[in-house]
């Protein structure tokens, strides 16, 4: 049974550019969500998707969209990349369990450094 | 506003006992998570309380007061391989992560 599953696993950008980061959710579960972490802090909930559509959204500015496919699994887009963008990039899965997501299983995470 | 405070690093002996605190301030609460997360990994799920009292599973045990604002990680019979960073989350209005607790666990 494949655990969460994300990639790339590193990435290098220019500030300004894109990025599209991938995630395949644990199998069963229905709810995706991404998460910032930058070194030595926690993670900061970027937005959670189910049934296709973004049900929870952090503080983050528009410039991070995201997606979710029939398949569950999820993109992450990220326009005019900052520096300050530069972080791992984790996204977690969770099956819904009446209003309230109970256990999310994370990926490995993409590793993001933004030049 | 919404807050969660947690040490930022805490050292303890192989065999001992370490308990580390989490005090929260969050608009909704439907739960509170514990994490480990090793240097370079994801986080790893711990436990969940979202009623008070202890939620005990092996060598760690999770409290939670509810009217306090509080819950605590215990870890007994402390392993070498427990040194890593325990992150205190809350699920409300979203999921909120402290900035985690890094624990070092010395023979």
């Known amino acids: 049974d494949a655990g969460v599953t994300q990639s790339p696993t590193h990435l290098i950008k220019t500030r300004g550019q894109q990025v599209t980061l991938r995630c395949s959710p644990k199998s069963g579960h229905d709810t995706v969500s991404w998460y910032q972490q930058a070194l030595g802090q926690g993670p900061q909930f970027i937005f959670q998707y189910y049934e296709e559509e973004e049900r929870q959204r952090g503080n983050f500015p528009d410039r991070f969209s995201g997606h979710q496919f029939p398949n569950y699994s999820s993109e992450l887009n990220v326009n005019a990349l900052l520096l300050g963008d530069s972080a791992l990039y984790l996204c977690?899965?969770?099956?819904?369990?009446?209003?309230?997501?109970?256990?999310?299983?994370f990926g490995p995470g993409t590793r993001l450094t933004v030049t | 506003g919404q807050n969660i405070d947690q040490p930022t690093e805490m050292t303890a002996t192989e065999g001992a006992i370490v308990q580390i605190n989490c005090t929260y301030q969050t608009s909704g609460f439907n739960g509170l998570f514990w994490y480990q997360q090793h240097a370079g990994e994801a986080p790893t799920f711990l436990s969940y309380n979202v009623l008070d009292g202890l939620e005990e599973k092996g060598r760690f045990s999770s409290f939670l007061s509810r009217s306090k604002g509080y819950s605590y990680l215990l870890l007994k019979e402390l392993q070498m391989k427990d040194s890593a960073s325990y992150l205190c989350?809350?699920?409300?209005?979203?999921?909120?992560f402290g900035a985690g607790t890094r624990l070092t666990v010395k023979p």
């Open positions: 989350a809350v699920s409300g209005n979203d999921m909120r």
């Open positions: 977690a899965s969770s099956l819904e369990v009446g209003q309230n997501p109970y256990e999310q299983y």
